[in-house]
């Protein structure tokens, strides 16, 4: 009841209103206090409260927590504070957060401190320890081997069901999880999988091979993280199997990893969709000097590959000067078939992202975006053709060419913009990349070229 009182009390706790009061302890040195109050809330929200505070308070509200608290605080905390907290610590206490951490977690750590600090960390770790990290960060970044965790309970086949119980008992507490165990032969092949459910309903003195499921779906620890969430995806799994090139086991991707991995994905998607080269810091610790590094080469990019707009207006002058009007509809041109664009290039990477399509489906891809083009393309040009003669009063053959130049923009903008996310994968590059400011400058010069061709042929400019 105590417990459920403070579930309660924390989900209607507003962490924030509190910080102001706790702040105030830690500069006056009461921390048996804070020590105290932080023991309550969780983790997140601890380690949100050491990075609030300077450095050098937060490592003193650190030593303070217990063991497996601290342990649990230091592998949310951002990496530029983990790597304070690395060099502020005894090698007793880093060892204690070591042992402590999840390897996963360890891992992550490892990968983001400088080499002289990793170096520091594997020397106070225990030798079962430092075994398991040198072999999980020799997995490539991208696999499933480097989100893996060993701490999983693992089975005999011919264990009884009272025995299996006992032994999740004695080693649960340690493991990510004990809703899903592994059962493995006498050489670690894997051989079947046991949820507790099966374990609670099953006959005290039935053996796990009687009750386990043969049928197990897994991973390589080469396989890309993105084959990974997408059998998470697929299959609703709480936990995935990892066998090496043996089908032995050797780890497990859990939920939680993969959630991280999809989020880092996500960002990494929308910023690359934004023409700003991917961070794995967030934005308010990204230094104003490294935003600009993530910004300014894309931008670059995007304004020397303009020069190819300018040059096409550049070109037809002649013509823009003999029917003036014509210039002022080429930002709606322009803008229109960089939306059309993007509602292409958005929907085909989400697509690719989520494995529904393949590049073998692009002949499929195309035909479909022709006929959403045609069709949204003769919808636009029809109520354009009507603005241009009831509102401003142009006369039929400028009018037509606006309204065939966005008929055709919006055709050729659809199918670019579906067709180059899949050839990018298809070259093993970011889909991402693809999107809208890259398709955008091609879509605008093509625009541009078609609209000065259908007034080359209609209005004799």
């Known amino acids: 009841m105590e417990n459920e009182m403070l579930r309660t009390d924390l989900a209607d ?41 300077s450095p050098e308070k937060a490592v003193l509200v650190f030593r303070m927590l217990p063991k497996e608290l601290a342990a649990e605080v230091f592998a949310n905390l951002e990496a530029d504070r983990q790597l304070y907290f690395v060099n502020a610590i005894t090698e007793s206490e880093l060892s204690a957060i070591i042992e402590e951490l999840a390897i996963d977690d360890a891992v992550d750590m490892l990968e983001e401190l400088p080499a002289n600090v990793v170096h520091r960390v594997l020397k106070v770790a225990q030798p079962e320890t430092r075994s398991l990290l040198n072999k999980f960060m020799k997995y490539p970044d991208n696999s499933a081997g480097s989100i893996m965790t060993a701490e999983f309970v693992e089975l005999k086949p011919d264990m009884s069901i009272k025995t299996a119980l006992n032994h999740i008992r004695k080693n649960g507490a340690d493991s ?59 299959y609703g799994f709480i936990s995935l199997p990892v066998v090496d090139g043996e089908n032995r086991l050797v780890g497990i991707v859990t939920v939680d990893d993969v959630i991280t991995v999809m989020e880092d994905a996500a960002t990494e998607d929308m910023e690359m969709m934004a023409a700003i080269t991917p961070s794995e810091k967030d934005y308010l610790h990204t230094g104003v000097w490294e ?62 992202s989520l494995g529904d399509i393949e590049f073998r489906d692009l002949l499929r891809v195309l035909w479909k975006e022709l006929r959403v083009s045609v069709l949204c393309g003769l919808t636009l040009a029809v109520v354009n053709f009507g603005k241009l003669m009831l509102l401003d009063r142009l006369t039929v053959t400028v009018a037509a060419v606006v309204s065939l130049t966005l008929l055709f923009t919006i055709v050729v903008a659809k199918l670019v913009g579906g067709v180059l996310p899949m050839l990018a994968k298809k070259l093993k590059l970011d889909p991402a990349v693809m999107a809208s400011p890259f398709i955008t400058t091609i879509v605008d010069a093509v625009s541009l070229l078609i609209y000065f061709r259908f007034a080359s042929l209609l209005l004799g400019v």
């Not at 600009?292 to 000067?321: C, D, G, H, V, Y």
């Open 13 to 53: 706790f507003d962490f924030e209103e509190r910080y102001e009061e706790l702040a105030t302890l830690v500069n006056q040195k009461q921390l048996r206090t804070v020590r105290d109050t932080l023991r309550d809330w969780p983790e997140v929200d601890i380690a949100w409260f050491l990075e609030e505070l």
């Open 176 to 234: 990510e999880t004990i809703y899903t165990c592994y059962v493995i032969d006498k050489a670690r092949h894997l051989t079947g999988v046991v949820t507790a459910k099966q374990l609670l309903l099953a006959g005290i003195d039935q053996t796990i091979g009687e009750i386990m499921d043969e049928n197990v779906i897994y991973c390589t620890t080469a396989d890309e993280q993105e084959t990974v969430t997408q059998l998470f995806s697929k």
């Open 291 to 352: 935003t600009w590094k993530q910004r300014i080469p894309w931008l670059l990019i995007l304004m020397l590959s303009a020069t190819f707009t300018q040059a096409i207006i550049n070109s037809f002058e002649t013509a823009l000067a003999a029917c003036v009007v014509l210039t002022a509809y080429i930002p709606m041109l322009m803008g229109t078939g960089g939306n059309c664009s993007s509602q292409s290039s958005v929907t085909v990477i989400r697509s690719l």
